[in-house]
């Protein structure tokens, strides 16, 4: 292992300021971007609406489905049971 030479005073003060500097700094998102996420949260909800939408849509034929399975299919043959 080959020995640092010891910190010089100029060195140690750099070293302190980066350390002060580097929390501060923040990152820059550039203004495209955000109007690239707007537009995908806009999207996103929408998205969700229609979902919202569709699942409204799909219990309705659910249960339109039920009422004339039970009505054309089951009680024939309860009544065709009854009967005999």
Known sequence: ?????????????????QSRTAPVARARVPTGTRAVSNASTIQLQELQHALVEVEGQSEGFEKERDFYFESKLLRPLYSAKAKS
Request: aromatic share 0%; proline share 18%; net charge positive.
């Open 1 to 17: 292992m080959v020995p640092s030479a010891p910190p010089t005073a100029s060195s140690s003060r750099a070293g302190t300021a």
